[in-house]
C-alpha cells in the first residue's frame, strides 16, 4: 500500500531564507504532484513531475523528483511571506485509476 | 466561469439529517474525485467516478452515496449524519489518457453536524 510522508509538517521561517520540504513514498510510482492550499480555501495544484530528475520552477519554488529514492523536495528561495500556505504532495498509484494519496501537508510559516 | 464548483458552500446539520453536496467542472474532464479533509487538514480519497462509472471506492460508511448523472457532475449525499462527518468535502476532477491525471479542485464545502 502507497504512504506518503512529508516533513516537516510545521516550519516556521524567516523571509529571505532558503528551506527545503520533503516527500517520501513508499512504493514505485511514477507521478508526483505539490499543491498548495491557503486557510480556507481550495487546493492549487503547483508542479507535477512525471519523471525521474524532473525538476520544475515557479517563481521562488523548485520541484524535484528522484524515483529511485522515491524522494521530492519542494525547495523554497529565499523565502517571502506570500508563499505562506500548507503544502502537500501527492503520489500517484500504479494502478491507472487516477488515484493519488496525499501526504499530511507541510504548514509554513514565513515571519515578515 | 468556474473550472469546478460545488453546492453549497457551507452545510450546518443536525445529526441524524440526510443531505447531499453538488458538484459541476466546466473542464471537459472526464473523471471526478470526491475527498474528505479533517480538522487536521488529512486528505482522504472517497470516490471516483470515471465517465458516470465508479472507480475508486474506499473504505467509506456505506451511508455515503456517490452519484454521477453525467460526466460533468458528481454529486454526495449522505445519510444518516454523525458527528463524525464534520470535515470540509472537496471535489476534484481530472482528464484520463494523458498521463498527466493532474487533479483541479473545487472550492470545498464545509459540513458542521451539530
Known amino acids: 500500500e502507497l504512504k506518503v510522508e512529508q516533513n516537516p509538517l510545521f516550519l516556521s521561517m524567516q523571509e529571505g531564507k532558503n528551506y527545503t520540504i520533503y516527500c517520501n513514498y513508499s512504493t514505485t510510482s511514477d507521478r508526483l504532484y505539490w499543491y498548495r492550499q491557503d486557510p480556507g480555501k481550495s487546493l492549487e495544484s503547483l508542479f507535477v513531475?512525471?519523471?525521474?530528475?524532473a525538476v520544475k520552477q515557479e517563481g521562488r519554488l523548485m520541484a524535484s523528483l528522484d524515483t529511485k529514492a522515491r524522494l521530492s523536495t519542494l525547495h523554497i528561495t529565499a523565502a517571502v511571506h506570500d508563499l505562506s500556505a500548507t503544502y502537500f504532495c501527492a503520489v500517484g498509484t500504479m494502478n491507472r485509476d487516477d488515484k493519488i494519496i496525499f501526504g499530511k501537508g507541510t504548514r509554513l510559516h514565513i515571519l515578515p | 466561469d468556474t473550472a469546478v464548483s460545488q453546492t453549497p458552500k457551507y452545510l450546518v446539520t443536525q445529526m441524524g439529517n440526510d443531505k447531499s453536496i453538488k458538484c459541476e467542472q466546466n473542464l471537459g474532464h472526464d473523471t471526478m474525485y470526491w475527498y474528505k479533509q479533517d480538522s487536521k487538514k488529512f486528505l482522504k480519497i472517497m470516490f471516483s467516478y470515471n465517465n458516470k462509472e465508479l472507480i475508486i471506492n474506499e473504505t467509506v460508511p456505506n451511508r455515503f452515496s456517490p452519484k454521477s448523472p453525467d460526466k460533468a457532475h458528481l454529486n454526495l449525499h449522505i445519510n444518516s449524519l454523525e458527528l463524525g462527518d464534520s470535515a470540509v468535502y472537496f471535489c476534484?476532477?481530472?482528464?484520463?489518457?494523458?498521463?498527466?491525471?493532474?487533479?483541479?479542485f473545487g472550492p470545498g464545502t464545509r459540513l458542521t453536524v451539530t
Open positions: 476534484a476532477s481530472s482528464l484520463s489518457g494523458t498521463g498527466l491525471y493532474e487533479q483541479y
Open positions: 513531475l512525471l519523471s525521474n530528475g
